[in-house]
């Protein structure tokens, strides 16, 4: 067993996996990696599970010291990573050895980095998943749902890959891609007036400030519903509902698991993945998508984990 001493964290900082599943009956919502895409490649650059433990580091702000020497995975955001102040890119595994420093300072390119371990990081599974829900007080290195915190310890397997490896650049995520966030249509879209319809999927929307592991609210023309009252039913992840005021808020890993408000549809897991990488003040578009659209392009990309 090897281990990473907590030196510096926030808040921010969680321990992650792909999340609850089969629970929302109960009321206990997902959780997991907002951007699963990024999980998975740190993972696989270690040979792990593709849903192994990793710590989701959103804006930087953390930092471990090194007791063993290891192996360790970066994908996802470029937050400015050092090792021992030389300068750490992400998407590839690289040694650390005993002592030496891995810190986390600020975001250069995107919003969220994964870092990885040999076998994924060591925490007890709650209804089945290590994932960090700190509403509902489940997941994390003691099960009760608290963010990392320094003086705290991660723990892995020593087994590891004994070479390092680099994501090929035509397999990294371009979180610089301007292109439409797809959203599969549905629920109450045909409830919003003709020029809503429009707005929504004409218009340039921007992230609001007002967001967190929950949802995410899209600030623009206010879009309106004329439909009747609902009854709350179940969201599904990615949810766009649209409350009174007419801005949508994406719902993301940490959502409620019903609710009242109409919905244009939902974003693809793909555009989901790409949307955790966006700061607040980002500039997006929604494009319409069909189910089997979405199914299509969601399997051809996990067809590039088969490879690895």
Not at 41 to 54: H, I, Q, R
Not at 103 to 117: I, W
Not at 244 to 255: A, F, S, T
Request: hydrophobic fraction near 45%; charged fraction near 20%; include cysteine.
């Amino acid at each position: 067993m090897s281990r990473l001493s907590i030196e510096a964290s926030t808040p921010l900082c969680l321990l992650q996996d792909a999340g609850r599943f089969g629970v929302r009956h109960l009321g206990v919502t997902q959780g997991g990696a907002l951007d699963w895409r990024s999980m998975s490649w740190a993972n696989s650059l270690l040979g792990n599970e593709l849903d192994a433990p990793v710590v989701e580091i959103t804006l930087g702000g953390f930092s471990v010291l090194a007791e063993d020497d290891c192996l360790l995975a970066l994908a996802g955001a470029d937050l400015g990573a050092q090792l021992d102040g030389q300068a750490l890119a992400p998407w590839r595994s690289f040694k650390l050895r005993k002592g030496q420093r891995l810190r986390f300072t600020q975001p250069l390119l995107g919003a969220r980095a994964y870092l990885a371990a040999p076998g994924g990081f060591d925490a007890p599974k709650v209804l089945g998943s290590s994932a960090t829900v700190l509403r509902e007080e489940l997941g994390g290195l003691d099960g009760m749902g608290r963010a990392l915190v320094e003086g705290a310890t991660l723990s892995y397997a020593t087994d590891a890959p004994l070479l390092t490896r680099e994501l090929p650049f035509e397999q990294v995520p371009d979180f610089k891609l301007d292109s439409p966030l797809d959203l599969v249509i549905g629920a109450q879209i045909g409830e919003f007036s003709g020029q809503s319809l429009f707005d929504a999927f004409n218009s340039v929307w921007t992230l609001d400030s007002r967001a967190d592991r929950m949802g995410i609210r899209l600030l623009g023309t206010a879009l309106e519903y004329q439909g009747k009252p609902m009854i709350s039913e179940g969201i599904p992840l990615g949810a766009l509902q649209v409350p009174p005021d007419g801005q949508p808020i994406v719902l993301l890993n940490d959502r409620q698991t019903i609710g009242g408000y109409p919905r244009l549809g939902a974003l693809t897991p793909l555009a989901l993945a790409r949307l955790a990488q966006c700061l607040p003040g980002a500039k997006v578009r929604l494009r319409p998508v069909v189910q089997d659209v979405a199914h299509r392009q969601h399997i051809e990309y996990l067809r590039r984990f088969s490879d690895r």
